[in-house]
């Protein structure tokens, strides 16, 4: 009796590698167990307790040791697999975003001119009209205010792009070094509705998007987002968060435009692949109709590029995507693209934000009919669906004012 | 399954002390169900096939006990099995393991000889599942001891308990926190296309898949090793610091060891080895890398990398290029640019993607390239420390980390923290958590 209970003992010290993983492990199912028991269920919570709880530990040692989140300084442990909220990363199969080729020359060749430099620089290359309005995106409801354009990179030179992954493809392809990129793999409307900060790729720092409308400012705004939230299939939080980030901006930036750019739908794989998830070609589509929803085409201007990338059944062609989810590099050219030609020439308030050259305004005077005010023939409406109407295309008025 | 969260915390800690409690007959009988099970629920219903494949291969093992032509049948037998993989491999229903599972069958039928193995032994060897998916393949002489009943009247102690969870929990942080990380790296390059690819980004590309490839089958192999120990059934290694290797003769005794010694065995020797003149020794590494390469795939991309292996061996056995192992700094800048630019052949299926990046990496870009240098940074400062942590990992001096750690009292300090991370990691992969999964 006594020798057996010694040689126990005796083991306790050989065994402390056994015991501290017994010991982990109880204290794990009862952690789980706890969440499970607050309705959160067995493991989903964990990740995000962790998570919040590592970057509020995260912002207090900052606090303390006296560095304020905005500065624009290289900190790549922000960016560290740990601190994503909603398991928004890299570190996940999803993947980042491809895109397009380096900054090469647009098509056009325009020299743009600012607003605050006032004339134009010379050296034009036209080689089509600079007002560009599509037939097939005239909508009923539509009161001429501006014309979309075709306009060069320098446009985006204040202009802020706030996504997903998808906006990380066209930070890595489209070239544009001047714009600011607030956009991470994971990104969502119900991330932005958390207060999250995401990273802002070309400040290597994490910001939420009304302090970093506060630091700069941006007279432009593209919104592309929605796609992460498809799993949570909650379309009245999704438009109260969407109404949130609009309004946000309206406050920070009063005088910016902004472009509610349509999510980019899947291709049949990826939808396939990720059904169970919840990410359905279905969901994408009311999403994007709740964005559409918000354009007023005074302000806020609603963008739809799947006409360019999706087939008739309403579904990402697979031969330009290997996830389903996302455009191969080479094919962000036609995004940029996209942008480029469908971009707003005058601000909310009337203010040139885009200052044609003079062929350009000529022919912008010239091309001004009452063609450009087509109302929609019944042909028209019938082909119209949600995969068709994309832009708004609305009148130039006669002499741009500026100010 | 070694990475999923149930099996781990749940499961593995069930069955040790189930297992402790009983006798060893019993306890194999315990093992070789719950293994069925945990490899059913993988495996879905191909699984079966497997399972009919071990029990076709017991009833050549019996005729060979009773047969006079002993060597016929084993010819049969392996012809069998080898015709069973093929058909596997041509028609695409590959069940779960099976690559492993004939090679280990194969190797046991020529071992064995006409030795009665008893059928509960027999089917640990074979469908042990620690090993049944991607695990050493044993040899019948090393395995053979560990299931004597009289000597262990249990499988299950405490010191290989205490051994295996340190080990467990090292093969864990391998692939769950680095290698399973990287993986996104290589990921998003293929999401982009190769068309997107710069001639940094391919470098990287290659890199870090070269270190999640050897992360996720080494960590894989120390679980399988871990999870043999605790059982009672010593593994063999898989692994030997593959990528300090002095040339890649020294590399494929490094990276996958027990594939590299069957086909050694099984293959090279009964060819004749080295022993029949230069020639014929060409041609019988000719037919092992022609093999390996139609083991782990049979497109095109797989066979180019086996001749790759094989032109490189040739030439390092027969050429002066194989001094280069008595360098000291150039066979190592040799060896991590050979093997990176293997693993890259060996990653892409499609010829065509396959062309585009190797020319990548050289600098040569296609026309309609649609290369971007701000991809190539924000990759770097996304993935520096997981690359720089997997390079270092790489070295010896991961071995030395190992045992530095875990020799010292503050080893248990330091086991909690890396299972918490491991932890959220699994349970952040888990599929159920659908809203981790990010675009």
Known sequence: ?403 | MFTDIYFVFLLLPILLILLRRIPAAAGKWVLIIAGAVIYLICAKWMGLILVLTVLVNYGFHQWIAFSKKKRGVTGVAVIVNIAILAAAKITGYMPLGISFVIFQLISLLVDAGDEIVPFADYLIMTMFFPKIFMGPIVRYSDIKPHLRIWIDRRLVRWDNIEAGVKLYTAGLFLKVVIADNLASLWNSLMIAGVLGLSTPTAWLGAISYSLELYFDFWGYSLMAMAAGQMFGIPLARNFNEPYSATSIGDFWRRWHITLGTWFRDYVYIPLGGSKKGAFRTVLNLFAVWLLTGLWHGITLNFIIWGMFMFVLIVLERFTPLGKIKNTKVLCHIYLVFTVVISWVIFALTDINDLWLYIKCMFGIYAPDSAHSTQQFFRLLRTYWYLVAGGIVLATPLAKKLYYWIFKRWYGVLVLMPLLALCAFFMVRSTNNVFMYYAF
């Open chain 1, 1 to 403: 009796m006594h020798s057996r209970n010694e040689h126990k003992i005796k083991h306790y010290g050989r065994r402390k590698y056994t015991y501290a993983t017994a010991l982990f492990v109880i204290f794990f199912w009862i952690f789980e167990g706890v969440s499970f028991a607050q309705g959160k269920g067995v493991l989903t919570d964990t990740v995000n307790r962790v998570e919040t709880g590592y970057e509020s530990a995260v912002a207090t040692a900052k606090e303390l040791i006296g560095r304020k989140g905005l500065a624009g300084d290289t900190d790549t442990a922000e960016t560290d697999m740990l601190s994503s909220a909603d398991g928004s990363d890299g570190s996940e199969t999803g993947g980042e975003g491809p895109g397009d080729g380096m900054p090469e020359a647009s098509d056009g060749d325009e020299t743009m001119t600012d607003v605050v430099n006032g004339g134009g620089d010379g050296d034009l290359q036209e080689d089509e009209g600079p007002v560009i309005i599509d037939e097939d995106t005239i909508r009923e409801d539509e009161g001429p205010d501006c014309a979309l354009i075709r306009v060069n990179d320098t446009y985006f030179d204040d202009a802020l792009f706030i996504g997903d992954s998808r906006m990380v493809g066209i930070y890595d392809y489209c070239g544009w070094n001047n714009a600011t990129f607030l956009c991470d793999n994971g990104y969502s409307i119900r991330s932005y509705a958390k207060g999250n900060a995401v990273l802002c790729q070309n400040k290597h720092a994490k910001f939420t998007p009304e302090e970093i409308m506060e630091s700069d400012d941006f007279g432009k705004v593209y919104i592309m987002i929605g796609t992460n939230d498809l799993p949570s299939n909650d379309t009245e939080a999704f438009r109260e968060g969407y109404a949130k980030l609009i309004d946000a901006i309206n406050e920070k930036e009063p005088d910016a435009v902004i472009y509610a750019v349509a999510n980019l739908r899947m291709s049949l794989k990826g939808e396939n692949s990720n059904t169970g998830r919840g990410f359905t070609n279905a969901r994408m589509i009311a999403v994007n109709e709740v964005i559409e929803s918000f354009a007023d085409n005074e302000k806020i201007f609603y963008l739809d590029f799947n006409p360019l990338f999706c087939d008739e059944d309403g579904y990402v062609n697979g031969s330009y995507t290997f996830d389903g989810f996302h455009v191969h590099a080479s094919e962000y050219s036609q995004m940029g693209d996209f942008f480029r030609e469908h971009a707003v020439a005058y601000s909310v308030t009337d203010e040139q934000i885009y200052t044609p050259t003079e062929e350009q305004a000529d022919e912008m005077t010239e091309t001004q009919t009452d063609e450009q005010f087509a109302t929609p023939t019944e042909e028209l409406t019938d082909t119209m669906t949600d995969e068709q109407t994309d832009t708004q295309s609305n009148e130039q008025t006669d002499t741009p004012t500026d100010t």
